[in-house]
């Protein structure tokens, strides 16, 4: 079993490193052909909703639980809003295809968890498998059929498709640029002066 086929959520995930960035930190994640992503540019919370598949009460618990954290802005008090980047909205995808082939919510927190801190460049070539039980990452054909040919593999998904599916979702709505400062102390500063 090599390192990229062991479960995510498995024991053979840890790194003595310490524990992994709570964002995705590498910079060449989606650099396989795609036009890149400024990581200053986000999109609603409605947005990221209806692009992702799953309902704003959804994306508020997952953010409040910390399972995908908006990373462009968060929400920062009364009147503000969270803005989520191009990778938080595919990862809000994934999570949602994971939830609906029946993998419990804790062992998507780990795969995510894990998914984050594997550093892996071409995340269009790979491909997210899974028992029903564990969640495997698989980056390349052999190790796909490796995990099949032993039983382990009920059903995977490709995560380019997704990626592709969440771009040409976004391509109709408008990102949004946050604000140097947040809007209750705009008015805060508006009233005082």
């Not at 990452?137 to 040919?149: G, H, K, W, Y």
Request: glycine share 10%; with cysteine.
């Amino acid at each position: 079993m090599t390192a990229h086929d062991a479960p995510v959520g498995g024991s053979a995930a840890g790194s003595a490193a310490g524990p992994a960035e709570p964002t995705f930190a590498t910079e060449l994640l989606f650099t396989d052909g795609l036009p890149q992503m400024d990581d200053e540019v986000g999109y609603r919370g409605a947005v990221a909703a209806r692009a992702a598949g799953i309902t704003y009460r959804q994306l508020d618990y997952w953010a409040r639980t910390e399972l995908v954290e908006p990373t462009v802005r968060g929400a920062s008090g009364s009147g503000s809003q969270r803005l989520y980047g191009f990778r938080d909205i595919l990862v809000l995808k994934l999570v949602k295809r994971l939830l609906d082939t029946g993998i419990s919510l804790q062992q998507i927190r780990t795969a995510v968890e894990q998914l984050r801190a594997s550093g892996i460049r071409d995340l269009a070539g790979t491909t997210l498998m899974s028992d029903g039980a564990s969640v495997y990452l698989c980056t390349s054909n052999d190790e796909v059929i490796d995990l099949v040919s032993r039983g382990q593999g009920v059903f995977g998904i490709a995560v380019g498709k997704v990626l592709h599916e969440v771009e040409s979702t976004l391509v109709d709505f408008d990102p949004q640029v946050p604000d140097p400062v947040d809007e209750l102390a705009a008015r805060r500063a508006q009233r005082s002066a």
